[in-house]
């Protein structure tokens, strides 16, 4: 998806079951944190633990994270809460708006990806590695650990007495991390695969896979407009003739196209890696969602 300004549609507000927030209250003692999405929640509750109480505006499984639109009680929620987190990068344009609280503590995940590699023109670099901007940053490893420690960072500053706590609980983390990075790290040098979006792009970046998708089809997908016929064609031969190593299908955001196309892929024996924007339903947190998406990955890759 592209960085998208206008978020439309609907979407309830829920507790963020999925990383064991309860319903916030003002006599919990927890602190109160309020993230765009239950994926950034999740990070933060794997820092906080027991010492935090977290709110996600956006943790439905089934829903186009795109198709929201804010309430009044999204904005009554960020006001009260001691911290809030967000994307940032255009994903989640509507959550700063709401941010009303002169110097409120807040993070924002876009601006502390790892940049050490990537281009200023976002061109593939000698190894074929498409670098380009995206803002799907919680795919990035190394983003996803510069958010948990500034989480540990602005948590300890809230609640002083607990941050060895918290420091404690961002090493773990972060370790699990790494040993992600170690598993997903090379593993599809050599490989080629294609994507029905790229909001995977960094850790197929990180498996050293050449992402061949067809850069008029990703942008008409991204747009949600009509694939050119050409760029139909291609893709399709691409999985049909079994020229890719997997197909990467984000099943939060499926229409048709994708859809045959991932019927497709099953049809010719390609791999299909699904992936998702926000942690699906029985998923215990950050660590367990990624750690199922890397090993489905690293297997289709190795097959």
């Known amino acids: 998806m592209t960085l998208r300004n206008a978020l439309v549609g609907a979407l309830a507000v829920v507790s963020l079951a999925a990383c064991g927030a309860s319903t916030p209250s003002a006599d919990t003692g927890k602190i109160q944190v309020v993230a765009s999405t239950n994926v950034w929640g999740s990070v933060i509750k794997a820092v906080g633990g027991d010492e935090v109480e977290v709110k996600a505006l956006l943790d439905d ?3 186009d994270p795109h198709s929201y639109e804010s309430k009044p009680a999204d904005a009554a929620l960020i006001k009260d809460a001691k911290l809030v987190v967000f994307n940032g990068g255009g994903y989640d344009d509507f959550f700063p708006k709401l941010i009303t609280t002169d110097g409120q503590k807040k993070i924002e995940a876009f601006p502390l990806r790892d940049n ?20 799907h940053v919680w795919y990035d490893l190394h983003t996803v650990r510069a958010v948990a420690e500034a989480a540990a960072n602005e ?4 609640a002083p007495g607990k941050k060895t ?8 983390f972060t370790a699990a991390l790494e040993d992600l990075e170690k598993k997903v790290a090379g593993v599809g040098k050599g490989r080629k695969v294609a994507a029905t979006e790229p909001i995977a792009h960094y850790l197929l ?18 747009e949600e ?7 139909l064609a291609e893709m399709n031969k691409l999985v049909e003739g079994k020229q890719v190593n997997a197909l990467v299908n984000n ?10 196309l991932v019927e497709k892929a099953k049809t010719a024996g390609v791999p299909v890696v699904e992936v998702t924007e926000t942690l699906p339903a029985g998923a215990t947190g950050y660590l367990d969602w990624m750690s199922k998406q890397v090993d489905a990955l690293s297997q289709a890759l190795k097959a």
């Open 61 to 63: 499984p089934s829903a």
């Open 225 to 231: 407009s009509d694939v050119p016929a050409a760029a």
């Open 155 to 158: 948590l300890g500053g809230i």
């Open 251 to 260: 099943t939060q955001t499926e229409n048709q196209v994708t859809k045959q």
């Open 165 to 172: 706590t918290f420091e404690s609980n961002t090493q773990k």
């Open 205 to 222: 970046d990180a498996t050293g896979a050449q992402d061949v998708t067809p850069e008029a089809f990703s942008k008409a997908i991204e």
């Open 116 to 135: 050490h590699a990537e281009p200023a023109s976002g061109a593939p670099d000698a190894e074929g590695h498409d670098h380009s901007v995206n803002e």
